[in-house]
């Protein structure tokens, strides 16, 4: 079992950028795919990126894609969200969870939720 801790959230000007980590404990953390998902107030949680268990493959949303960058360190157990040009329309919780597939898009794909990390961008 992985157990995730989001990190890295805050208060950003539109434009300003922000780097989310999520730190795994547990031996099989490279064993998983991890993706990122963010929900705003009162809507769903959405699909944003996910990595493959090595970090040679990736996948983005429309919304976010060359704006936002994922990467892992299986020697730190940690994966990366770097985040630019960020605008008000980033603003939720984001969370990062575990997944058997690189190509689930579906939040019940995945597992192991954290509790989550604010990021808000202010117009």
């Known amino acids: 079992q992985v157990q995730l801790v989001e990190s890295g959230g805050g208060l950003v000007q539109a434009g300003g950028s922000l780097r989310l980590s999520c730190a795994a404990s547990?031996?099989?953390?490279?064993?998983?795919?991890i993706g990122w998902f963010r929900q705003a107030p009162g809507k769903e949680r959405v699909f944003v990126a996910a990595?493959?268990?090595?970090?040679?493959?990736?996948r983005y949303s429309a919304s976010v894609e060359g704006r936002f960058t994922i990467s892992r360190d299986n020697a730190k157990n940690t994966v990366y969200l770097q985040m630019i040009s960020l605008k008000p329309e980033d603003t939720a919780v984001y969370y990062c969870g575990t997944s058997a597939s690189l190509y689930f898009a579906a939040a019940q794909n995945f597992g192991s939720w954290g509790q989550g990390t604010q990021v808000t961008v202010s117009s």
């Open positions: 990595i493959s268990q090595s970090g040679g493959s990736t």
């Open positions: 547990g031996r099989t953390f490279s064993n998983y795919v």
